[in-house]
């Protein structure tokens, strides 16, 4: 199969979509003639013009605010954010408006509207550019949240979330970005809320997150070597969470790890850890590990910033401990 | 009316002209030392824009305060920051103003009165309207300055900022660096009004002046009245300045396609410092041979700044969760 990037792969999720659907248009900064910051949309504005791919000031609660007007009136607005330490300006329209319209029309209004770009630690970007915050967006009822790690995954889960008609969070770490993988040519669609076991093994369980997932992987691949067999699942997307195959995993190998790179106090260890406490615990033979980045703003010093992300070494003692308990 | 910079004497001319010499010279190294992969994150230059901060933050006294945004190495060096602690910053380096926490977009040196630039485009303006609430609240006849760009005028910060400034009668004053784009995109596609000053006076009832961003006896005589108004309990003015950075967005960026190469030229030859150089040869207030001297002075200070910013120590990794919260509580 070709392999294309984590980015191309995204877009080519968006060019088909745009070309069979009329309703799509992209609003942000960038996105226009010069095809985002992150080469989210180049070469659809030849394609599209303007009105399809809008150029902004920079309001962020401006235009995620309109956006919801749009998406209640037959629109399916996509917001290019860039960072989405950007869009916390317009939380007020996500949590007050956007995830509660749907409930407070008796179903009769639909949100269908994609909220895309980068989220994650890397480059020196400092803590204004690294963020990460789905957790709040899990925590709020009403939003689906996807987090690929792969270009396959990428590309068909903007696929299903640009044909839903849920609010949905479509959230790239930016390390990712220009990872290869294949992809296939065709059109497909990734169902929200089913995990993937990205490596199976018996002696323990670890849930990845975004760039997580290929991380562990490969200290697992080294991990093998000493006779170590762990399962790594990615989730892929959090709201709707597929607690099964987390479970069914744990059956099997008694042992649960967590890795996120963001912050853990009421984060999604936290949570995976409570349902399964609740749903699996006699299938436990350890307690449940979590592995998150530090509960910092984000340094900007590359001595600083390495500190407070959990690398490979820290991943590899990890699961280590947890074997051993 | 007098005309503050009619009262300059030559010593502050030259003075003017050194603090432009000291942006232009520390960020055309950093620039380099950003394409040699020393300075690891972004890195937004000032280049052409050097006459805003020094002719603003010449009328202001070290406990003033500002308020700057991403593009903010010339306001700190305006408001005093050190090469040293500017270049150790952009490197990365404990010894930086922000002790390696901030890099380019989060210069912090409060001792001196630079409450921080930012990764976030707006928030200066709002956190320039708290100061000058903060002050008049104490009785202090301290003045706020928020420096933003063009980009920033279209976002609900300008319009609460301003008009809760004007409304509480706070002693700021608002600095718009219209350069003419925000990122690519240019300022008459973000509105349909790009007359900023118009809009403090109609919009919010705000003392507001236009001035060519490029000459800085303009900035510095439109901010002489701006920071007399705000000291004197008078309210805050707004400064709409005209400009243009003639270097890419950051550094390392692509710089095509959104702007021609005549418009690049025509501003260039707007040269801020060439301008200011050329008035005092022309005036007879300074000679060729001290503008020489300056350079020359100036050279050894860059120099030392970035072999200090290149030798001192990264941070220890044991304190990149240090000063969240506040001491001794
Ligand atoms: C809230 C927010 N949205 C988007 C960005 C990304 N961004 C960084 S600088 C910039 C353009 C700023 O333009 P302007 O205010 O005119 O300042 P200039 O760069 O021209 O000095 C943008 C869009 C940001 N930093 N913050
Ligand atoms: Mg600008």
Same mark, same amino acid.
């Given at each position: ?29 960038g996105?226009?003639e010069r ?20 150029d ?50 008796? *179903? #009769? ?7 895309? @770009?980068?989220? +994650? =630690? %890397? ?130 190998? *008694? #042992? ?7 912050? @853990?106090?009421? +984060? =999604? %260890? ?56 | ?19 432009m010499?000291?942006i232009r010279r520390?960020e055309e190294?950093l620039a380099r030392?950003h394409q ?7 890195c937004h230059t000032y280049v052409g824009e050097e006459a805003i ?17 991403h593009r903010?190495h010339g ?74 760009g063009d980009g ?25 660096e219209d350069n003419m784009y925000a990122t690519e995109v240019a300022f008459r596609d973000a509105?349909?009004?790009q ?17 060519d961003g490029n000459d800085v ?24 300045c005209k400009t243009y950075r003639t270097r890419p967005h950051a550094e390392g960026m692509r710089d095509g396609g959104y702007r021609t190469a005549e418009e690049m030229e025509s501003w260039k030859a707007r040269d801020p410092i060439a301008a200011h150089a050329a ?51």
């Amino acid at each position: 199969m070709r392999e294309i990037t984590y980015t191309e792969a995204a877009r080519e999720a968006l060019a088909e979509q745009m070309a069979v659907d009329p309703s799509i248009f992209v609003v942000g900064e960038g996105i226009g003639e010069r095809g985002g910051n992150f080469n989210t949309t180049l070469g659809l504005y030849e394609k599209y013009g303007p009105m399809r791919l809008r150029d902004t000031p920079i309001v962020e609660r401006g235009f995620v605010g309109m956006c919801a007007g749009a998406a209640m009136t037959g629109s399916r607005p996509v917001v290019d954010f860039m960072f989405i330490d950007f869009i916390l300006d317009s939380m007020g329209e996500l949590l007050n408006q956007i995830s509660k319209i749907q409930y407070m029309s008796s *179903g #009769r209004i639909k949100m269908p509207i994609v909220l895309r @770009g980068c989220i +994650g =630690i %890397g480059g020196a970007a400092a803590t204004h550019h690294s963020g990460s915050y789905y957790p709040l967006f899990v925590h709020i009822p009403g939003f689906r949240v996807a987090l690929p790690s792969t270009p396959y995954d990428a590309k068909g889960l903007f696929k299903t979330a640009l044909t839903g008609d849920d609010p949905v969070l479509f959230l790239e770490h930016k390390l990712l970005l220009n990872r290869r993988g294949p992809v296939p040519e065709e059109a497909y669609q990734l169902p929200f809320g089913q995990a993937a076991v990205i490596r199976e093994g018996s002696d323990a369980t670890v849930v990845a997150l975004a760039i997580m997932a290929p991380k562990v992987r490969e200290v697992c691949d080294e991990l093998a070597k000493d006779g170590l067999d762990i399962e790594v699942i990615d989730p892929r997307t959090l709201a709707p969470l597929d607690m099964a195959t987390i479970l069914e995993s744990v059956a099997k190998t *008694g #042992r649960l790890l967590i890795a996120d790179e963001t912050f @853990g106090p009421c +984060g =999604i %260890g936290a949570e995976i850890s409570a349902q399964v406490m609740e749903q699996g615990f006699d299938d436990l033979d350890a307690p449940i590990a979590r592995l998150n980045g530090m509960h910092t703003p984000t340094p900007y010093s590359p001595s600083l910033e390495a500190a407070i992300i959990p690398d490979k070494a820290a991943i590899a003692q990890a699961i280590r401990d947890l074997v051993a308990e | 009316m007098i005309n503050a910079t009619d009262e300059l004497g030559a010593e502050q001319l030259l003075a003017l002209y050194r603090v432009m010499v000291l942006i232009r010279r520390t960020e055309e190294r950093l620039a380099r030392a950003h394409q040699m992969g020393l300075v690891p994150g972004p890195c937004h230059t000032y280049v052409g824009e050097e006459a805003i901060a020094t002719g603003v933050c010449a009328n202001l006294r070290e406990d003033d305060v500002v308020f700057s945004t991403h593009r903010g190495h010339g306001h700190a060096l305006a408001k005093g920051v050190s090469p040293r602690a500017v270049a150790a910053e952009l490197f990365g380096k404990a010894t930086g103003c922000s002790q390696g926490r901030g890099g380019s977009m989060h210069l912090f040196a409060p001792e001196i009165g630079l409450m921080g630039t930012s990764g976030i485009v707006g928030p200066s303006i709002l956190q320039g309207a708290g100061a000058g609430y903060s002050f008049k609240l104490l009785g202090s006849d301290q003045v706020s300055v928020a420096f933003f760009g063009d980009g920033a005028v279209s976002n609900g910060a300008f319009h609460e900022g301003l008009n809760l400034a004007a409304i509480w009668d706070l002693p700021v004053v608002f600095v718009c660096e219209d350069n003419m784009y925000a990122t690519e995109v240019a300022f008459r596609d973000a509105t349909r009004v790009q007359d900023v000053a118009g809009r403090a006076s109609v919009s919010y009832d705000m003392a507001s002046v236009r001035v060519d961003g490029n000459d800085v006896m303009a900035v510095y005589q439109a901010a002489e009245e701006a920071v007399s108004r705000a000291r004197a309990g008078q309210g805050p003015s707004l400064i709409d300045c005209k400009t243009y950075r003639t270097r890419p967005h950051a550094e390392g960026m692509r710089d095509g396609g959104y702007r021609t190469a005549e418009e690049m030229e025509s501003w260039k030859a707007r040269d801020p410092i060439a301008a200011h150089a050329a008035w005092l040869i022309d005036k007879g207030r300074a000679s060729a041979a001290e503008l020489e001297a300056i350079e020359a002075e100036i050279k050894a200070t860059v120099d030392d700044a970035i072999e200090f910013a290149r030798s001192s120590p990264f941070p220890e990794p044991a304190t990149a969760a240090d000063y969240i919260f506040s001491r001794g509580a």
